[in-house]
């Protein structure tokens, strides 16, 4: 065989082969966001517009979030913010929009105990995503109820969605199967 026929040969199993890796490479990473981020993956790909500016999107909080100091609650404050769950539930019958308003108090409260700083909502949902994904949408729809709430917009029903949805992110925050088992646990 003629030395360029071979040379040709080689640069073209080395440029397949690269395609190979980075395709593999690609597709690993992409199958991880949607792993570790699941439905979050694809709303930041419609917020976004674009796969590779969501996927850097979700690297970029990753990677925030790692350089925070994420903390498991002691007993004592993982009891003190389980009461404090039932005290607002309790609190709905009376005043919905008021519980409502004390649980998400307590919300950021509980992530600020856990080391997560708090900035903007935006940013709260994106850096809670990380750790929780699977309530991240209860904690945006919950705010949002809120913010329904305060413009005098939001029937007690939405309320009351917006305390279930709060109860996931707390049950989550706190590590309890739901807080009615916190209840019984203390």
Same mark, same amino acid.
């Given at each position: ?27 690993? +990473?992409?199958?991880?966001? =949607? ?8 709303? #930041?790909? $419609? /917020?976004?517009? !674009? ?9 970029? +909080?990753?990677?925030?979030? =790692? ?8 007993? #004592?404050? $993982? /009891?003190?913010? !389980? ?104």
């Amino acid at each position: 065989m003629d030395t360029g026929v071979i040379v040709a040969i080689i640069v073209i199993v080395a440029i397949v082969a690269i395609a190979a890796i980075w395709f593999i490479t690609n597709q690993k +990473r992409e199958e991880g966001l =949607k792993r570790d981020f699941g439905s979050e993956y694809d709303r #930041e790909i $419609q /917020r976004t517009g !674009s796969k590779s500016d969501a996927q850097k999107e979700l690297e970029e +909080r990753r990677k925030r979030v =790692k350089s925070y100091n994420i903390i498991d609650l002691s007993p #004592e404050d $993982q /009891r003190r913010y !389980s009461e404090e769950w039932r005290m607002i539930e309790a609190h709905f019958v009376d005043d919905p929009g008021g519980a409502v308003k004390d649980a998400d108090s307590m919300i950021t409260r509980l992530m600020t105990a856990r080391g997560y700083p708090m900035s903007d909502f935006e940013t709260q949902a994106a850096d809670i995503s990380v750790d929780h994904p699977e309530v991240v949408q209860n904690y945006r729809s919950g705010h949002i109820i809120v913010g329904e709430h305060d413009g005098g917009r939001a029937s007690t029903e939405a309320l009351r969605q917006a305390m279930m949805h709060y109860r996931a992110v707390a049950d989550d925050l706190l590590g309890t199967s739901s807080a009615l088992g916190a209840r019984k646990a203390s």
